[in-house]
């Protein structure tokens, strides 16, 4: 696998990370900003809260995580966040983030742009999908 590749793989696992914590989200902004704080404290469980249960990402996203955790600390910046559309259990939310590493191997600091897809989890919104529409590369 190719570093940019490998840096694309990690930034789509990153927003499709679930787990037993019972924190809910009213709002599709704030399991956003909820996901982006977890990552920046490494906190698996919290993390994994911030991911819908049926996402089809679930196991490869649980194992990325976990590995991200064990070889770099990132910084993850939301520079950007918009509703674009919203219903009752489905949300689109256009993004924009800053991926830095601060320690660990090799990697390429981000800029991405993307739509994040959030399902409602009983009343909790919750990141079913996330797709990038473009990486530009801050080294």
């Known amino acids: 696998m190719n ?9 789509l696992l990153t ?4 787990s037993c914590s019972k924190e809910s989200y009213y709002t599709p902004e ?11 404290e490494e906190n698996f469980d ?4 911030t991911i819908h249960k049926e996402s089809p990402d679930y196991p490869a996203t649980e194992a990325m995580i976990k590995k991200i955790f064990e070889v770099y600390d990132l910084s ?8 674009i559309e919203e219903t009752d259990t489905e949300a689109k939310v256009q993004f924009e983030q800053i991926t830095t590493k601060l320690a660990g191997p090799e990697f390429r600091n981000n800029e991405i742009s993307g ?4 399902k409602k989890d009983g009343d909790s919104w919750k990141i079913y999908s996330t797709q990038v529409n473009d ?3 801050v080294d």
Do not use: Q
Not at 3 to 11: E, P, S
């Open 3 to 11: 570093k940019n590749t490998k840096t694309i793989l990690i930034i």
């Open 15 to 18: 927003f499709t990370a679930l």
């Open 30 to 40: 704030s399991v956003i900003e909820a996901n982006a704080k977890y990552m920046n």
């Open 46 to 49: 919290g993390v994994m809260n």
């Open 76 to 83: 993850y910046k939301t520079v950007s966040m918009r509703v």
């Open 115 to 118: 739509i994040h897809t959030l």
């Open 135 to 137: 990486v530009k590369y």
